[in-house]
């Protein structure tokens, strides 16, 4: 499974951003797509994640609740997640990554991404 993440870049605070992840190679056994952020010398941080068949979540950090969505293709091919009024705490490097479970831990999920940066800017 490979995944390839875009749409990072220079905001200010209060904008929106989506963010791609394209998903392909052996998608059969992927069934949660998440989004995960980290900032140097912290944690990796859970965002929000989606599963293939609906039937689970989707499910979101605490830190962005109410603030991010999101969504798939009917394909699975790609994966986004919208963010809205974003802050200066949402600057981070962003990672989308694939699982063969639904999960909201990093440790659960297999593949991984390259990481698009996000900044905003107060």
């Known amino acids: 499974v490979q995944l390839q993440a875009c749409g990072g870049g220079l905001v200010q605070a209060g904008d929106s951003l989506r963010l791609s992840c394209t998903v392909s190679?052996?998608?059969?056994?992927?069934?949660?797509m998440g989004w995960f952020r980290h900032v140097p010398g912290k944690e990796r941080e859970f965002v929000a994640v989606?599963?293939?068949?609906?039937?689970?979540?989707?499910e979101y950090g605490d830190s962005v609740l109410g603030r991010v969505i999101i969504s798939k293709d009917y394909a699975w091919n790609t994966v986004w997640l919208q963010m809205n009024k974003v802050a200066p705490e949402d600057t981070a490097t962003y990672y989308c990554?694939?699982?063969?479970?639904?999960?909201?831990?990093?440790?659960?999920?297999?593949?991984w991404g390259q990481g698009t940066l996000v900044t905003v800017s107060s």
């Open positions: 990554a694939a699982s063969t479970s639904f999960s909201t831990s990093r440790y659960a999920f297999e593949w």
């Open positions: 989606i599963s293939r068949s609906g039937d689970n979540g989707p």
């Open positions: 190679g052996h998608t059969f056994a992927v069934n949660g």
